[in-house]
């Protein structure tokens, strides 16, 4: 797992920011959850297929991103379920699949638990659940840290064959909830810093709105680390020195790397779009030539004082 994976994961997992995504997901930011409840679920997904008789069934173990279980208040009305999130960073042409397998073990999770309470009659025998036994529900949301617009399947059958309307009626779908920052046109209202995040990385392909963006607001003066770093990892930005509060201003991030695109000729987007550039011909040698990334970048002649810039991103 890369640096920005592990940090995308992280962040969200505060149940904070957790709490704030759902219900910008949900309700376009109405506090349907309290992130005080929220509860962390054990995210390793393993199920046993079962196999023909005389050979071993098969195990099947999948980890997920982030999965708790969370109470929905709506109309004096407690609801029940459990949220995960699969946090992306570059586009994944089988989601769809994916996502209906985690959510699979999850449901199959909860049938197993029921079944090990024991007391049901002869009829639930083959089930292991009682009629009426009820599931908690699961969703699982995509969320796509990419700069280029996510162009993969979100349904499972955009990834199907061609086949009769008649017999395609018969086949369930699924959905993946996608979220993807970089092709939104607005963002839900959030309470934390997720609204500065989301709207500076939707805006990081534009040199005009990224600038526009943070002169029209005066909370990116001060943003917290753990939010700058995020936005350095996927904007291509180097941080400025902290502010005497321990925060950071993106504002003159975006000066910087304004003042050192103007200087070599080249806009804001052309910089950016040169280290992401770099870092796909890394990750290539790295694939082909089986190197370390620290052997890739002396094998691209890149100076060993950038090391550091381009590690963060891989």
Not at 66 to 87: D, P, R, S, V
Request: aromatic share 8%; hydrophobic share 40%; glycine share 6%.
């Amino acid at each position: 797992m890369g640096k920005r994976d592990i940090r995308t994961k992280h962040y969200m997992q505060k149940p904070e920011v957790f709490a704030d995504f759902f219900n910008g997901l949900i309700s376009n930011g109405k506090e349907l959850i309290d992130w005080t409840t929220l509860k962390e679920l054990d995210s390793t997904m393993l199920a046993n297929i079962p196999a023909p008789v005389g050979h071993d069934a098969t195990a099947v173990q999948k980890y997920r991103d982030i999965l708790k279980n969370a109470i929905i208040m709506q109309n004096n009305t407690a609801y029940f379920a459990i949220l995960g999130i699969e946090n992306q960073s570059d586009v994944h042409y089988a989601m769809p699949v994916r996502t209906m397998l985690y959510d699979a073990l999850a449901y199959n999770s909860q049938v197993v638990a029921q079944a090990k309470q024991g007391n049901h009659s002869p009829k639930s025998f083959l089930s292991g659940i009682s009629k009426g036994e009820k599931l908690t529900p699961v969703v699982t949301a995509t969320l796509y840290w990419g700069s280029d617009p996510w162009d993969g399947p979100v349904t499972l059958k955009e990834m199907l064959a061609e086949m009769p309307s008649d017999m395609l009626t018969l086949v369930n779908d699924y959905n993946i909830n996608l979220f993807s920052i970089i092709d939104r046109d607005d963002f839900p209202e959030y309470k934390t810093e997720l609204g500065l995040l989301f709207s500076l990385l939707n805006s990081r392909n534009s040199d005009e709105k990224l600038q526009n963006l943070v002169n029209s607001n005066e909370a990116f003066k001060h943003v917290s680390r753990e939010t700058a770093e995020l936005m350095r990892d996927f904007a291509s930005f180097r941080l400025p020195r902290r502010n005497k509060e321990g925060d950071y201003n993106m504002c003159k991030a975006v000066q910087e790397i304004e003042r050192k695109s103007e200087a070599r000729g080249i806009s804001i987007g052309e910089a950016r779009g040169e280290v992401k550039g770099r870092i796909k011909d890394i990750k290539m040698i790295m694939q082909n030539f089986n190197l370390t990334a620290e052997q890739a970048l002396e094998a691209l002649g890149v100076p060993k004082s950038d090391y550091k810039k381009y590690l963060s991103k891989l």
